[in-house]
């Protein structure tokens, strides 16, 4: 019976394409298939080439610009919030959100970070104005936590807690960038989808794939790519903007190869605003060619390589250390609101 089982589990390695997900399962997978059929957006695939079988993979020779900026954010629910006056129920939550840059300068291979100054925000669901609220620290210590009221949102349900939070961070991404000039010489990366709120010239980096953009035709390129190959251009059309946008193969070939990964494994998103010609938006697909792989992480340093780049890396840890530590933060707020009855 022994040889048996041995002989069913080769047969049954050797017939099922599975592959290693390096993805540590602390981290959100790369790869979410349940979702990738669920994209409603409109497509349009023809943009820069009508025959995507034809679409020449070898990387062409460009000038790659000298000063490249990651720009990252991260946000926390505080506390997770229900209730309101008489019968009625509003969600709502205390956040933290934290933004900041890593401004790398190819020309002298140096870099600098900088950081928006960490926000705390109070926000209600079902039109429920808060109020700015400042929490002392129940043993005395003369460290406040001040966290500052938004606009209230007009949908009541769980969701409004995480659209607080999340409007806030895309603000504060928005002001970093909005603090460098963009020109010619200078790529400006935002970790994460773009907004309708993200500056025409900022590059989107999306390293987890939540949606299918493309038909089969087309999404069996993805499955050829080798580390440092893009497909066409193609634009995505939704209800609030119009975006130019690739996937590229990140890592490198020797990773790729020699650790048994799945071949959509390193693949990343990128995107582009519509308002920048298309022109312009080839010459950054192509030098996104070469700079993606070179900033990917490594295995060995992050368990989210090669998709999440090294600056991002450095500055999502800096990042959640300027946001105090949420165990404790968690405790004064629920300390405030039990010694509070609720009421603010």
């Given amino acids: 019976m022994l040889g048996g089982d041995i002989t069913l589990s080769t047969e049954f390695w050797c017939h099922h394409n599975f592959r290693l997900e390096p993805w540590g399962s602390d981290y959100q997978p790369p790869i979410e298939i349940d979702e990738l059929?669920?994209?409603?957006?409109?497509?349009?695939?023809?943009v820069e080439a009508s025959q995507w079988s034809l679409f020449s993979r070898h990387r062409p020779r460009v000038d790659l610009p000298g000063r490249i900026i990651f720009i990252d954010g991260r946000r926390r629910i505080d506390a997770a919030l229900v209730g309101g006056s008489g019968n009625v129920v509003n969600y709502g939550a205390f956040?933290?959100?934290?933004?900041?840059?890593?401004?790398?300068?190819?020309?002298?291979?140096?870099?600098?970070?900088?950081?928006?100054?960490?926000?705390?925000?109070?926000?209600?669901?079902?039109?429920?104005?808060?109020?700015?609220?400042?929490?002392?620290?129940?043993?005395?210590?003369?460290?406040?936590?001040?966290?500052?009221?938004?606009?209230?949102?007009?949908?009541?349900?769980?969701?409004?807690r995480r659209n607080i939070v999340m409007k806030e961070m895309f603000q504060a991404e928005v002001n970093i960038a909005r603090q460098f000039s963009s020109d010619d010489d200078t790529l400006v990366v935002r970790d994460g989808p773009l907004s309708y709120r993200s500056l025409p010239s900022t590059l989107g980096y999306i390293k987890t794939m939540h949606r299918n953009y493309l038909c089969t035709t087309h999404a069996d390129l993805l499955w050829?790519?080798?580390p440092g190959q893009r497909t066409p251009i193609f634009q995505i059309q939704d209800q609030q903007q119009y975006l130019w946008s690739w996937y590229l193969k990140s890592g490198s070939t020797k990773a790729s190869?020699?650790?048994?990964?799945?071949?959509l494994h390193g693949i990343v998103r990128l995107e582009l605003s519509c308002e920048m010609p298309l022109e312009t938006a080839q010459k950054i697909a192509d030098q996104t060619t070469y700079l993606i792989p070179e900033y990917s992480s490594h295995p060995y340093k992050d368990p989210r390589a090669p998709q999440n780049l090294t600056p991002v890396g450095a500055l999502e840890r800096e990042l959640g250390r300027r946001m105090g530590n949420a165990s404790l933060i968690r405790r004064r707020v629920q300390h405030?609101?039990?010694n509070s009855g609720g009421k603010m």
């Fill in 224 to 226: 050829e790519l080798e």
């Fill in 95 to 160: 956040g933290t959100v934290a933004a900041g840059a890593v401004i790398v300068d190819r020309s002298e291979c140096k870099a600098v970070c900088v950081f928006a100054p960490i926000r705390r925000v109070l926000g209600f669901g079902g039109n429920q104005e808060a109020p700015q609220t400042t929490i002392g620290c129940p043993l005395g210590s003369q460290e406040e936590l001040l966290y500052h009221a938004v606009a209230p949102h007009e949908s009541n349900n769980p969701d409004v």
């Fill in 37 to 46: 059929s669920q994209s409603t957006s409109e497509v349009d695939a023809t």
């Fill in 257 to 263: 190869h020699s650790f048994g990964y799945h071949d």
């Fill in 336 to 338: 405030f609101l039990a």
